[in-house]
């Protein structure tokens, strides 16, 4: 399994920080088919507990909340979710009277908000002045926060130290050792690259310490998901890491707080 990570990642850095370097369109059509590549999956985790949302629209809707991050199409956003609701509401009342199809709706509406919003807020951090290094933030930070936690679950199993497990009805492999711990080593890794940027010391910190916490809690609103549907991971798409939305889960809630980190406080 670590080996399986360890090539994975060796592949795939070079892809995600060139495309990020780049920015632009590059950037942008990365998070496109990533985020389409993790929307398929949520549906399909939903498909698993019996659900039958409208995945193309759905898709559809979280490819037009990217596209209206771009700075030429900022104006799509709205239209994107309203036809978007509209239609999928259509397609239910067409499959009428199918059992819960006012469900299969909310969660059509719910993941494309949830996977296709979130992700836009990535192609707008990189869009900001200084975007390049904001991303990196969201990136390196989250990253290093995985990485802190992992190795430090590794090393516990089996210490003296004991583990004690964060929340075992959802993320069984979570510790609250390896939770503190990546959450110390993303405040450090956060301020130091913020302050560079410009940013105040104690917000950098404050900023390290939200996104140690929201990566963390992204991770877990993903495990409740596969724990419901029976599912280790949202997918097999990585070796050794899972599927797409197994990796952005955290991402997608740290790129909105360092949005408006950016926005309202640099």
């Known amino acids: 399994m670590l080996r399986q990570r360890v090539v994975s990642a060796l592949v795939l850095l070079p892809i995600v920080l060139g495309t990020t370097y780049l920015g632009g369109w590059y950037f942008f059509s990365l998070v496109f088919i990533v985020t389409l590549l993790a929307g398929f999956e949520f549906y399909r985790l939903?498909?698993?507990?019996?659900?039958?949302?409208?995945?193309?629209?759905?898709?559809?809707?979280?490819?037009?909340f990217v596209i209206a991050a771009m700075p030429l199409s900022r104006h799509l956003g709205r239209p994107a979710l309203a036809a978007g609701i509209i239609l999928s509401l259509l397609w239910q009342i067409a499959r009428a009277p199918a059992q819960r199809s006012l469900n299969d709706w909310?969660?059509?509406?719910?993941?494309?908000?949830?996977?296709?919003?979130?992700?836009?807020?990535?192609?707008?951090?990189?869009?900001?002045?200084?975007?390049?290094?904001?991303?990196?933030?969201i990136l390196l930070g989250t990253w290093a926060s995985d990485s802190a936690a992992y190795a430090t679950g590794v090393y516990l199993a089996g210490n003296y130290l004991g583990r004690h497990l964060f929340a075992p009805t959802v993320s069984p492999k979570k510790t609250w050792e390896g939770s503190v711990a990546?959450?110390?080593?993303?405040?450090?890794?956060?301020?130091?690259?913020?302050?560079?940027?410009?940013?105040?010391?104690?917000?950098?910190?404050?900023?390290?310490?939200?996104?140690?916490?929201?990566?963390?809690?992204?991770?877990?609103?993903?495990?409740v998901i596969k724990r419901q549907a029976g599912a280790k991971d949202s997918g097999n798409l990585i070796p050794g890491h899972g599927?797409?939305?197994?990796?952005?889960?955290?991402?997608?809630f740290v790129s909105v707080i360092v949005y408006y980190f950016v926005v309202w406080v640099v």
Request: hydrophobic share 55%; proline share 4%; aromatic share 6%.
């Open 243 to 252: 599927g797409m939305l197994d990796r952005v889960d955290g991402l997608l």
């Open 46 to 64: 939903l498909g698993d507990q019996g659900h039958h949302p409208a995945r193309i629209l759905g898709l559809i809707m979280m490819g037009g």
């Open 182 to 223: 990546g959450w110390l080593v993303c405040i450090v890794v956060t301020a130091v690259l913020a302050t560079y940027l410009g940013a105040p010391l104690l917000p950098s910190i404050g900023l390290g310490a939200t996104v140690g916490v929201l990566g963390t809690m992204g991770d877990l609103s993903v495990s």
């Open 106 to 137: 909310a969660l059509t509406i719910a993941g494309a908000v949830y996977v296709g919003w979130l992700a836009s807020f990535l192609v707008s951090v990189r869009e900001l002045p200084d975007g390049l290094g904001w991303i990196l933030i």
